[in-house]
């Protein structure tokens, strides 16, 4: 059925540096994938999302690029700080449907 | 997204009894999700509701589950005769009329089965 791989579920970066994080997505059909921020006891918020007709998308320092070939989905945050340390959820849409599927999330610390 | 409002924020129930939890779409949003979320855990789509009518319930477990989203008043999902498995964040989102891609998501009912 449809599935959405997330890597890697816990990530730690220094403060400034980069962090990737990555999702695969089984139903090549899909063609919308946001990306949602949980702080902690929060509710997930939309950062960025992309759909199929575009192979990347920027806002400040964060960037999305989708592989459509490879079936993955890429979030990017540049110029960490420590108010990026949150869990990261990628999802995945089918064309024609309603019905998000979302990954197990990655759970980011930004250190000081 | 704000206005997606959830009720109650916590709900502690005991074996046996029932649940119900609310959500109020953001106004002019007449599209409701449903998502469960364990500890530790991505978000589970359960249901998508439109005004008084299901339109994809694949995600909602066969039993004791149910879901409404009346012409008046809040979308409700309902869970009868609750176990300790049930214990789980519940987030509805909401979208509009239009149909277009962004949901926006409520604060989320934290249920605690006893």
């Known amino acids: 059925g449809e599935n959405v791989e997330q890597h890697p579920s816990t990530l730690s970066v220094q403060e400034g540096d980069s962090a990737v994080i990555k999702c695969t997505y089984s139903?090549?059909?899909?063609?919308?994938f946001p990306w949602y921020k949980q702080e902690l006891g929060k509710r997930p918020q939309l950062i960025i999302d992309?759909?199929?007709?575009?192979g990347e998308k920027k806002d400040q320092r964060i960037a999305v690029t989708l592989n459509k070939t490879a079936k993955h989905f890429s979030l990017h945050i540049t110029e960490t700080q420590p108010e990026d340390s949150a869990v990261y959820f990628c999802?995945?849409?089918?064309?024609?449907?309603?019905?998000?599927?979302f990954g197990t999330g990655t759970r980011l610390k930004v250190l000081a | 997204n704000a206005g997606v409002m959830q009720n109650p924020r916590h709900l502690v129930r005991r074996r046996g009894q029932e649940a119900r939890l609310r959500c109020s779409p953001m106004?002019?949003?007449?599209?409701v999700y449903w998502y469960r979320q364990l500890p530790e855990e991505g978000l589970k789509f359960m249901v998508y509701l439109q005004k008084e009518n299901i339109i994809d319930e694949s995600g909602m477990p066969k039993e004791r589950f149910s879901a409404e989203f009346p012409k008046e008043g809040p979308s409700i999902l309902r869970i009868q005769q609750v176990v300790r498995g049930d214990s789980a964040a519940y987030f509805c989102a909401s979208s509009p009329a239009s149909g277009t891609d962004t949901q926006y998501f409520g604060p989320g009912t934290r249920l605690t089965v006893l």
């Open positions: 992309i759909r199929s007709n575009v």
């Open positions: 106004k002019g949003h007449s599209h």
């Open positions: 139903d090549s059909a899909s063609n919308y």
């Open positions: 999802a995945a849409r089918k064309a024609g449907t309603y019905k998000y599927i």
